[in-house]
Nanobody, 123 residues
Framework: QVELTESGGGLVQAGESLKLACAAS??????MAWFRQAPGEEREFVAA????????FYGDSVKERFTISKVNAKNTGYLQMDNLKPEDTAVYYC??????????????????WGQGTQVTVSS
C-alpha cells in the first residue's frame, strides 16, 4: 500500500501562484498525477509525470500555467500553479499509478489517491 499526502492548498487571488506537494510513503508506482474536482463537476485530469523518466503531461486547461515536477530522493511530487484563475477552484487530488503510459490521463488507472487539498481562487 502507498499513502499519498497532499499539502499546499489555500485561498489566493486571481493571477497569484500556489505550489502543491504530494508526499508518498514509498514509490513502487510508474506515474504520479494531479486531478481536480470542482463542486458539481466530474474529476478532471490536470497533470502527470512518469516517476522514473520525468516525462510530463498536461490537461488543456492548465497548459503553460501549471508545472508538474518531482524529487525522487524525497518521494515527493509537486504542482506549481501560476496565473491562477477562478475556474481553477477545486479540490486537488494526488494519485499514483502502476499502469501503462497510454493510461496516464485516465483516473481509473490510478491505484492510490490522496485525501485532497482545497484550492480556492477569488476574482
Amino acid at each position: 500500500q502507498v499513502e499519498l499526502t497532499e499539502s499546499g492548498g489555500g485561498l489566493v487571488q486571481a493571477g497569484e501562484s500556489l505550489k502543491l506537494a504530494c508526499a508518498a510513503s514509498r514509490t513502487p508506482f510508474r506515474h504520479m498525477a494531479w486531478f481536480r474536482q470542482a463542486p458539481g463537476e466530474e474529476r478532471e485530469f490536470v497533470a502527470a509525470i512518469t516517476w522514473n523518466g520525468g516525462s510530463t503531461f498536461y490537461g488543456d486547461s492548465v497548459k503553460e500555467r501549471f508545472t508538474i515536477s518531482k524529487v525522487n530522493a524525497k518521494n515527493t511530487g509537486y504542482l506549481q500553479m501560476d496565473n491562477l484563475k477562478p475556474e481553477d477552484t477545486a479540490v486537488y487530488y494526488c494519485a499514483a499509478s502502476h499502469g501503462v503510459l497510454s493510461t496516464i490521463r485516465t483516473q481509473r488507472s490510478y491505484n492510490y489517491w490522496g485525501q485532497g487539498t482545497q484550492v480556492t481562487v477569488s476574482s
